[in-house]
């Protein structure tokens, strides 16, 4: 149990900046107490990287997700609005999209069959983003892919939160919930009668302390809701719960912990990620748009997008596989998971030049994936283009290359100064020589490597001799 002192050592919930989250400090982290969380955590840091999909009515427009439909943040959310200056017009043009949603070239095999094959080990899937659209076929609100309203409520796929989950657990996948505690759509948080003649920002349109009934309701209406996902929608690894103003600290108290702790009865070994909000239910810390420095001695993931940002865009450019090799390997040699986000186009695909930088990524981790999955920190984690990972029995050495037009070295020192009994090199099966230097080793690379364009990485494994 956490007791009220300790509730006030954590830290106020940090601001959103242009719709990216800060991440809560190490200091404001409980490790938990229940053996089911703690042992759950550890599979946690073992997976690495995780698939996250932002789906929603934002898609349609291939704009910002949710976040134009804030006033307070229309100077940054509503560049892609230019058909209209008239807030009040666009919302209801947003709010009716439900009525247009229709992405009948879904197929929730591919996505799962393209997850396993491109090295995800995790789906972190947006169950309701902030505009309260819901993917899964709730009881508590019509607004919802299967609701009649909506066009894709016929499909045999129409509950896309069912259909993916079970898609990616029949490929062995875990299981990621993402829900906003904020919903825009709910009368009982942006209420028109209270919020008529006001800016609309990213709270309640009303002092839940002056309202509590309606706020009573918009707390159950929450609590139903992840309930029913946990109830209805199978095995459940990470409830990933975003919108972090909402929150006791901001009076905006929809008792989380209370929520999850009914959660837990039903699966015991529930994540609950109450983000930016530290304490007993943020069991880990996700760094929004960027990498920490350092490890952070803390599980943690970054979340982080192929594309421009966090939801389909027309004409986007994503990252090639170069850069997403770079990208994780900096994050697992700190500690960290990986959440990269992918969105589907309007008709439910996965857009074409997404998959081929995602084949890219997956065509490295089946050679090299020993260096990443199940592994943790090793000393000294990264310098410049040269990573450490480890597991008990070996450390593994990555040498990255960021441009192809890098030339491979002939002779790599590695500072790691434990003992070691054999060098191999990941994907190959030529000798590798080694020299012992001091503050570590010199590795000898095999001449295959030295010809043409560099690699995107090659890797070392050290066996420790004590194994």
């Known amino acids: 149990m956490v007791c009220d002192e300790d509730l006030k050592k954590v830290s106020k919930p940090d601001m959103v900046e242009q719709g990216v989250h800060h991440y809560s400090e190490e200091k404001s982290y409980f490790w938990p107490d229940n053996p089911s969380v703690r042992k759950q955590l550890e599979w946690f840091q073992d997976q690495k990287l995780a698939l996250m999909i932002h789906w929603g009515l934002y898609c349609q427009l291939g704009m910002v997700a949710s976040w134009a439909l804030s006033d307070e943040d229309a100077e940054w959310s509503r560049h892609q609005v230019n058909w209209t200056d008239d807030g009040d017009t666009f919302k209801r043009q947003y709010f009716s999209l439900n009525r247009s949603f229709n992405p009948v070239r879904f197929q929730p095999e591919e996505w799962a069959q393209m997850a396993a094959d491109c090295g995800f ?45 079970e898609a990616f657990r029949e490929k062995g996948l875990g299981i990621g919930a993402y829900f906003s505690k904020a919903d825009w759509h709910c009368r009982d948080y942006w209420n028109p009668e209270l919020g008529k003649g006001r800016p609309s920002h990213r709270g309640p349109s009303y002092d839940p302390a002056k309202y509590p009934d309606m706020w009573k309701r918009f707390t159950d209406y929450t609590k139903n809701q992840v309930l029913e996902l946990c109830r209805n929608y199978g095995k459940i690894d990470i409830l990933w719960f975003d919108a972090g103003w909402v929150c006791a600290q901001s009076g905006q108290d929809i008792d989380l912990g209370g929520i999850v702790e009914e959660v837990r009865k039903l699966q015991p070994w529930v994540l609950s990620v109450d ?35 966090f939801t389909y865009e027309y004409g986007d450019h994503y990252k090639s596989p170069r850069e997403l090799v770079n990208l994780l390997v900096n994050i697992v040699a700190k500690g960290g998971n990986l959440a990269l986000n992918v969105s589907p186009q309007p008709d439910g695909r996965i857009p074409v ?47 990255l290359y960021p441009a192809a037009q890098e030339s491979v070295e002939s002779r790599i020192f590695l500072p790691y100064s434990g003992k070691i009994s054999n060098v191999s090199m990941l994907g190959s099966d030529e000798k590798v020589t080694f020299e012992n230097s001091e503050g570590g080793i010199t590795v000898k690379v095999p001449d295959g490597y030295r010809q043409g364009s560099a690699p995107i990485a090659i890797v070392f494994k050290l066996q420790k001799a004590d194994c």
């Open 121 to 165: 080990r995790y789906l972190i899937l947006t169950t309701k983003h902030h505009d309260g659209f819901c993917l899964w076929d709730t009881a508590y609100t019509d607004y919802k892919v299967t609701s009649v309203e909506c066009p894709f409520h016929s499909h045999k796929h129409a509950d896309i939160v069912k259909a993916m989950f």
């Open 353 to 399: 030049d997404a998959m081929d930088s995602l084949r890219g990524l997956g065509h490295w981790l089946k050679t090299h994936g020993e260096a990443i999955y199940g592994t943790r920190v090793c000393k000294p984690y990264q310098l410049s283009n040269l990573a450490f990972t480890q597991t008990k029995d070996a450390v593994y050495a990555i040498r």
């Open 275 to 309: 983000r930016t909000i530290g304490g007993p239910y943020e069991n880990y810390v996700t760094p929004e748009m960027c990498v920490p420095e350092q490890p952070l001695g803390i599980p943690w993931e970054s979340c982080l997008t192929l594309g421009t940002d």
